[in-house]
């Protein structure tokens, strides 16, 4: 009788290969993922962060990566062993899930305590620059925002002033009070912060936008690209 050749180690680590270049295949939120530690990673070297930093920003790295894979093996091994719904199976998955989110969210924890420092120092500069811009301001590149974003959608023939079309008037408001906040918000320790919240907020219209299907990605991207740019031209052009 003869016997099954045990895989050598080279055929071990192609295995390994190969379910990790079938999940990138086959799973949108490990794409997302690969894309987003790649994005850090440039930013780490060009912030030039501590090795300390950089060593735990590659345990986070790996800790949503892995937890990914995971959830993706749990999943395949669900379906494979369930063949009608089962509410332990549902459940099985759910908690596969919930370990990729908290990975996540640890990951945002570890990158803000690193980032942070190193993006308020080289923006303080540009900041102080435009922080004593009058209030006025703000209301007009409010103002100027939803104008622009009407004209766009007159000119395109697409939605309403609110509903629907490019841009998306919701998502330029939104980013429009974000860049409004960053910049005349007073010299303080806690500028980056509050920036920041104003940014996961408007992050978070935008979402909305989309999901409840009245916007496209791309309307929501260019509508923030126009608010955001509008205000900083004008408090660059008048502040």
Do not use: C
Not at 13 to 36: C, D, P, S, V
Not at 141 to 156: G, R, W
């Amino acid at each position: 009788m003869s016997s099954q050749r045990s895989p050598t180690l080279f055929d071990s680590f192609n295995y390994a290969a190969e379910g990790i270049i079938h999940a990138l295949r086959t799973q949108r939120n490990l794409w997302i993922h690969f894309t987003i530690a790649a994005a850090v990673l440039v930013a780490a070297v060009a912030f030039g962060v501590s090795r300390l930093e950089l060593m735990v920003l590659l345990l986070a790295i790996t800790f949503v990566l892995v937890a990914e894979l995971v959830n993706t093996a749990i999943e395949a091994a669900v379906d494979v062993a369930s063949t009608s719904f089962d509410p332990m199976a549902k459940l099985a998955k759910d908690i596969a899930a919930g370990a990729v989110l908290i990975a996540a969210l640890n990951a945002v924890a570890v990158g803000y305590l690193v980032f942070s420092g190193e993006v308020a120092d080289r923006s303080s500069r540009f900041l102080d620059r435009l922080s004593d811009a009058p209030a006025e301001l703000t209301l007009v590149s409010l103002a100027l925002t939803v104008i622009l974003v009407i004209a766009v959608k007159a000119y395109t023939g697409r939605g309403t002033p609110l509903r629907g079309g490019l841009p998306s008037g919701h998502s330029a408001v939104a980013f429009a009070g974000w860049m409004a906040m960053t910049l005349i918000l007073d010299d303080s320790s806690h500028r980056f912060l509050i920036s920041s919240l104003a940014f996961i907020m408007a992050l978070l219209v935008a979402q909305t936008r989309v999901e409840t299907g009245v916007h496209s990605a791309s309307e929501v991207a260019s509508g923030a690209a126009l608010g955001a740019l509008t205000t900083l031209v004008l408090f660059q052009a008048f502040g």
